[in-house]
């Protein structure tokens, strides 16, 4: 029969601070400590059931493993339960319960020991609640950014536009140049929806085979009538043949314009932009060098980060999208400058296991 007076003189008189239950299958007793734990003395605790101590939620799992020790699938079993205290409180322990035999007798026992981790889950809750607050007012935080970029982005050029109405208005009679004026800022307005609005969709792509010579090769020629125009000058050298990779055309296209656009807005008459595509064991590398006004070094680690433009007229958010159609190919994008001196773009893209 099971011994409980022995149980007492050796859980309870000795007072161990672990949590312990222990049953011969129809007698269900507890440590003090375990009694301390849920809040009632061991009179009150003896006559109430499993049940009446456990949540309900985590009685179920409970059970299912209980039956299965029963049975002899294990010998033991351990999990994460939920117990109700005497006043109502939720406590939680890390529950391990064992079959112990006892060979002079044949009588066998379960025994129930109990890992206290209700402060370590408190702790983890708080954590977790401080952390999507925080996540909560970056979120607003960021919106807050957005709403001012684009009011402050939107609202530059439509000064002039204002100004210029105002005159056409006043005047009564059309003035090619302020339309000129105010068609070039409507333009104006344009591109910075459009960059935002690149920004927010969804990025998809159209993945195929690319050539990345004959890609940049194309933008190099939408750029040269205007090169030309501002007596600025392209040098593009290539080695051939250059092995396809896999991505977007379409977006890599634009990235190469807006590197190519912004090397050109950095150079001044008579400038020069060096074009140069090569490549390695490892993927495609595509290198703009110009000899432009160049960056300052305190800028450098700025760039690619939204609303943040080195130019007077910019909303950073070319370089940002560009940034991030390089990273979604899985490549590397790099900016090294000089003020006054230049500046290099360099673009690593990997080759994929389709060959060309």
Partial sequence: MFNLSLFKEVFYQSRIPQLIGLTDFSTLLYNPAFCEFLGYSLEEISPLPVEAVSHPEDMAKDTQLFGELLSGQRDEYQLEKRYIHKSGEIKTGILTVSRISEKSTGEEFLLGQVLDITEKKHMEEALLHRDKRLRKSEKLAVVGQMAAAVAHEIRNPLTPIKGFMQLLYSEKELNPV??????????????????????????????????????????????????????????????????????????????????????????????????????????????????????PKERLSKLGEPYYSTKEKGTGLGLMTSFRIIESHNGKINIDSVEEEGTTVTIWLPYTSTES
């Fill in 178 to 295: 302020y339309l000129r004026i105010v068609l070039d800022e409507l333009l104006r307005v344009e591109t910075i929806i459009s960059e935002f609005l690149s920004m927010a969709k969804p990025h998809t792509e159209k993945t195929m085979i690319v050539h990345v010579d004959r890609l940049v090769k194309q933008v190099i020629q939408l750029f040269q009538a205007e090169a030309l125009m501002e007596n600025k000058e392209f040098i593009f050298l290539y080695e051939q043949p250059i092995r396809g990779i896999l991505g977007d055309a379409n977006s890599l296209k634009q990235v190469f314009m807006n590197v190519i656009q912004n090397s050109l807005e950095a150079i001044s008459n008579k400038g020069r932009i060096d074009v140069s595509i090569f490549s390695d064991e490892t993927g495609v590398i595509v290198q703009f060098i110009d000899n432009g006004c160049g960056i």
